[in-house]
Structures are given as C-alpha cells and as structure tokens.
C-alpha cells in the first residue's frame, strides 16, 4: 500500500535524493510546492527543532503526513558553522542573491590557509516524520557524514556544499559520486534511513 506524504522543502535537490530513497519503500512522496508556496519560520536553535517546526507546517497547511528534513556542514575550526545557517550563510553579504556559490566561497574564504587537520568538517541531517499537524511523538531520524573541505570546487554533482566536501573513503567530493552511490552513504540518507526503520517498526 502506497503511503502519500508531503515533503516540506521547496529545495529541489533535496526533494530529488529523498524522493529516490522512499519510493523503494512505498513512499509517494509530494512537495509542498503541490499544495502551497510559503515557508515555515526556521526559528529553533538546532537541527531538529528547525526540522519539526517545517514538518508541522506543511501538515498543517495539506491535512497529510509530513516530513522535513534541517540539515548543513559544520566545520570544526569554525566552532560548528555553518551550522542551521548553512542554506543563507552569506546572505550577510550578498542579501538575496545568496546561493550555493556564494556560501561556497564566504565558506572558502573563511578557511583560507587553513591546514587540512583544520578543515575537517561533517555534514548533519534532522529529518521528522509527523502524522498530523498536532502529532505529540514526531519521528526523528539523525544521520552525521564525516568529511573535508577542500581549498577549491571539483565535481559539478549535488548541491549545496557538495563541491568542496571531500569523503577520504571514496577519494572524491559529495559532487563528483554517482547519486546511486552518494544516496546510500550521505547524511541525508543515513536520517531517511532510520526514519524509516522506525516507521515500519511502527506500522
């Protein structure tokens, strides 16, 4: 039985890997682009909060189950940013021209000189299943990717910071992976994973 759920990102990478992860499981996943064009307010201080507020809100906004997903790379040297702040890290210098390519490059640039024993990173994923809108147990699921960052782009795969996270155990960036082979691995993957574990347990 196909189980319907609507996806709280309007972030088309994201929808892309989750929607090839679930739909083995029996997933019908919708974005909520289908249903409604606003955004939650992303006012927690972590991951899972940022990631269950986005959940509640597109549940509330479709009548459906929801899952959100919050996640960015922290970086060791820089005390864990970018952090929640991954997705709008250089909106403090570019506004709302902000994109991958210029939160790659403040990043970059905030590493500049930096050794490679100081430039070990991880990228970070909440991700939250709830049944409904004012559901008291949401799902969560965690998943950490270790990595580096390097000092300039390789590889044009992925999104976000993928072009200059370096993964020592495939000797490649998160851009330059086959999507088969990042989607078994990633951080993103390792929460959908668990999450789903944890709803089959429960069905």
């Known amino acids: 039985m196909t189980q319907t759920v609507v996806l709280a990102t309007g972030n088309a990478g994201k929808l892309r890997e989750i929607s090839d992860i679930l739909e083995p499981h029996g ?19 972590s991951f899972i909060e940022n990631a269950i ?24 040297a820089l005390q864990g940013r970018p952090g ?8 403090d210098l570019y506004g709302d021209k902000t994109c991958d390519e210029t939160n790659i490059q403040k990043l970059l640039s905030e ?3 930096k050794p490679a024993e100081q430039r070990q990173a991880s990228y970070y994923c909440a991700m939250v299943y ?7 147990t949401p799902i969560i699921g965690l998943g950490r990717w270790y990595g580096e960052i ?3 782009k390789q590889g044009d795969g992925g999104f976000g910071y993928d072009p200059i996270f370096w993964v020592e ?12 082979q990042k989607n078994q691995v990633s951080h993103r993957a390792q929460a959908l994973n668990a999450l789903v574990m944890q709803l089959r347990r429960g069905a």
């Open 27 to 45: 997933w019908d996943v919708k974005p909520q682009s289908e249903f409604f064009d606003s955004e939650a307010d992303e006012t927690g201080l």
């Open 53 to 76: 507020l986005k959940a509640r809100y597109a549940s509330d906004k479709t009548g459906l189950p929801a899952i959100a997903d919050d996640s960015g790379i922290e970086v060791s």
């Open 84 to 91: 929640i702040y991954s997705a709008r890290y250089s909106q």
């Open 111 to 113: 590493l500049d000189g």
């Open 130 to 136: 709830v049944e409904h809108v004012q559901d008291p």
């Open 150 to 152: 390097l000092t300039e």
């Open 169 to 180: 155990e495939f000797a490649k960036t998160a851009a330059q992976m086959p999507k088969t």
